[in-house]
């Protein structure tokens, strides 16, 4: 069965240093997606990055990046130049193949100090 | 940008009240989800839409039920609402193979 694994319930890092979240999956697809989503205390969730299975390249966005690595089936969030506000919870997610449903893992709360 | 509104914010409700939890969403998309949020156990989905008046369980869909009569709006039902569904409430929707866009969720206490 499909799930997604991320051990660090948490996680400090000082503000202007980089900081790995780690997510891995598990599937026997071929075809799948993974993302990654912020969840600030307010409660929204909020869409940061997307791999797919089949891209070459890692991706990025802005200050994002996604270390996928798929014979490991990781798929770790890369955050560079940490802000106060990347405070938040952080959770990976996989889309299964022929589906528009998402797999959550358990989420990394990661705190930035100053 | 997409819009996805839930009713409420938070919720107090007592137990064995029927709770109508509403979500709206202004982008014309097929599908729309319900999930709940759990310290410790990530997002579960309970239900999920790909079209009008279609439904379908998701992981945790016992105690629950849903409605879609318009395309934009998706209802999530607690037919008789228990202290174990108190939780966070999050709405979604998406169309093809987009990200899911997320409602500010709704938070739900059962005394």
């Known amino acids: 069965a499909q799930k997604i694994t991320q051990t660090q319930p948490g996680m400090f890092v000082q503000e202007k240093e980089a900081v790995t979240l780690d997510c891995t999956y598990d599937?026997?697809?071929?075809?799948?997606?993974l993302f990654w989503y912020k969840q600030p205390s307010s409660g929204e969730m909020i869409f940061l990055i997307y791999q797919g299975s089949y891209d070459e390249q890692n991706a990025t966005e802005g200050r994002y990046s996604l270390n996928f690595q798929k014979a490991r089936k990781s798929a770790n969030l890369v955050i560079s130049a940490s802000q106060l506000g990347d405070s938040a919870m952080y959770f990976c997610?996989?889309?299964?193949?022929?589906?528009?449903?998402?797999?959550f893992g358990t989420g990394t709360r990661l705190q930035v100090f100053p | 940008d997409v819009k996805v509104t839930q009713s409420s914010r938070y919720l107090v409700k007592r137990t064995g009240e029927k709770v109508f939890l509403e979500c709206v969403q202004d982008?014309?998309?097929?599908?729309m989800f319900w999930y709940r949020q759990d310290p410790g156990l990530g997002l579960r989905l309970i239900y999920f839409?790909?079209?009008?008046?279609?439904?379908e369980k998701g992981d945790i869909p016992e105690g629950y039920s849903v409605s879609r009569e318009k395309k934009e709006r998706f209802s999530l039902i607690l037919e008789s609402a228990s202290t174990n569904q108190t939780s966070m409430y999050l709405c979604a929707s998406s169309q093809g193979n987009q990200p899911q866009h997320f409602g500010d969720g709704t938070r739900l206490s059962i005394l």
């Open positions: 839409s790909y079209d009008v008046k279609m439904k």
């Open positions: 982008m014309d998309h097929e599908n």
């Open positions: 599937t026997s697809d071929q075809s799948y997606g």
């Open positions: 997610a996989m889309r299964e193949a022929n589906t528009d449903k998402l797999i």
